[in-house]
């Protein structure tokens, strides 16, 4: 979202800026996600139905 918005500002066309703390949130909110989601198809049992 933060690229799109650089592209667009930069072409004129957006009306946003790009905010540091947004950046920052959405990498630690990609590594978080993840990990939780490699913990739990970890911790989780597999399923099959027959």
Partial sequence: ???VQLVLHLLGLGTRIID???V???IVGIYLGYY???Y???SLPITQKT
Avoid: A, R, S
């Fill in 24 to 26: 920052i949130l959405n």
């Fill in 20 to 22: 540091i703390d947004d």
């Fill in 36 to 38: 939780v989601t490699k």
């Fill in 40 to 42: 739990l198809t970890k």
């Fill in 1 to 3: 979202i933060e690229f």
